[in-house]
């Protein structure tokens, strides 16, 4: 039953007309749980609240299913002007963002070209962009693409998907870069070709990556909501004695808070990841995928 709702949530999200029929209602069924509102302004006061609380922020200007170059460059605008409200409003925030909603299923260099465009501005105000990774099909173009940006910019980073078999390769080739990368589970449906299909072997190969790049030497976020990973990386940076400098724990707005709240106490830096836009169906869906207890959640506010 659980495999069941996962597959449909994974399919809705991939599913287009929903996902419009979903833009033009606004935020529904309980999304605002995970989706911080529609507007930057939405976003930048989410941001304040969670500084207030000891928490920094990356923020995500939600995109999916973009076909033209039009389309790419207004993703594009929408990240500098995120940019530009965080840098005004001083708060302490980056940005996550989805290369294919700059272009990347269009062409490389338009993508290219957007990326160079958002970390120019980024540079300017002495702030970071994260590079989300999305499915195995951009998997390779997603990491040649890094890999050119970052022997310019100092102030990228990309995220690596633990269920994915190359994963530990891509680390090992990462390094040779320094990359601040953000190492996750990884959230899509993949095929066994690919990725591990059963949990056990993902959480494995998760802790393997995360001692492989803390012990590197290189800037790791930690992003995950499993607090055996938790507890296995501050395992880690404590035997190995790594400074609080090279490495922090991220995660998802509005999940658990509690553990963010117990983190920030304990005195480790927590990054809290909040989308917000119009585009918010996706993500949503990703989210439910995750946890079918969300649906309860779903029900209720239907219910309402
Ligand atoms: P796991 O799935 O084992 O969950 C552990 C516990 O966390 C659960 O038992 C539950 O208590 C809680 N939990 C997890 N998900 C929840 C949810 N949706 N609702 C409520 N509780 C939940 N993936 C990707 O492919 N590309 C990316 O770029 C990113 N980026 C990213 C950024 C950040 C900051 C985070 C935290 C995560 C991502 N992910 C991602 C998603 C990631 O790959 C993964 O799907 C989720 O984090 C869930 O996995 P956990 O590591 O939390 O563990």
Redesign the pocket.
């Given at each position: 039953m659980e495999l069941l709702m996962r597959n449909m949530f994974q399919s809705l999200g991939k599913n287009t007309s929903a996902n419009k029929l979903a833009k033009k209602y606004g935020l529904r069924f309980g999304a605002a749980r995970f989706v911080a509102g529609d507007s930057i302004k939405a976003a930048i006061d989410a941001v304040k609240k969670l500084n207030s609380d000891g928490k920094v922020v990356t923020l995500d200007h939600l995109g999916e299913f973009v076909y033209t170059e039009e389309e790419a460059l207004q993703s594009a605008a929408m990240c500098i002007q995120t940019l530009d409200a965080i840098e005004e409003a001083g708060v302490n925030s980056n940005l996550s963002l989805k290369m294919t909603s700059l272009g990347l299923d269009i062409s490389k260099e338009l993508c290219m070209r957007n990326m160079r465009n958002i970390l120019d501005r980024a540079r300017l105000y002495n702030n970071f962009v994260r590079i989300?990774?999305?499915d195995y099909e951009h998997c390779q173009i997603s990491l040649d693409i890094y890999k050119e940006l970052r022997r310019e910019y100092d102030n990228v980073g990309i995220?690596i998907?633990a269920y994915l078999y190359r994963t530990e390769q891509d680390i090992a080739d990462l390094n040779l870069l320094n990359a601040n990368l953000?190492l996750?589970?990884?959230?899509?449906k993949e095929s066994p070709a690919v990725a591990f299909p059963e949990k056990k072997d993902v959480d494995d190969n998760y802790k393997k990556i995360i001692k492989q790049h803390l012990l590197n030497g290189n800037y790791t976020a930690v992003?995950?909501?499993?607090e055996t990973?938790i507890e296995f990386t501050k395992s880690v940076v404590s035997e190995y004695n790594i400074p609080k400098e090279q490495f922090e724990f991220?995660?998802?707005y509005g999940?658990?808070e509690d553990i963010q709240a117990r983190l920030v106490k304990e005195g480790y830096k927590v990054r809290v990841?909040v989308p917000f836009g119009v585009d918010w169906f996706g993500y949503f869906m990703r989210?439910l995928a995750?946890?079918p207890a969300?649906v309860w959640f779903v029900l209720k506010n239907l219910l309402k």
């Open positions: 989300d990774m999305e995220v998907q953000r996750v589970k990884g959230a899509y992003a995950s909501h499993d990973m991220q995660m998802l999940i658990c990841y989210r995750e946890r969300n």
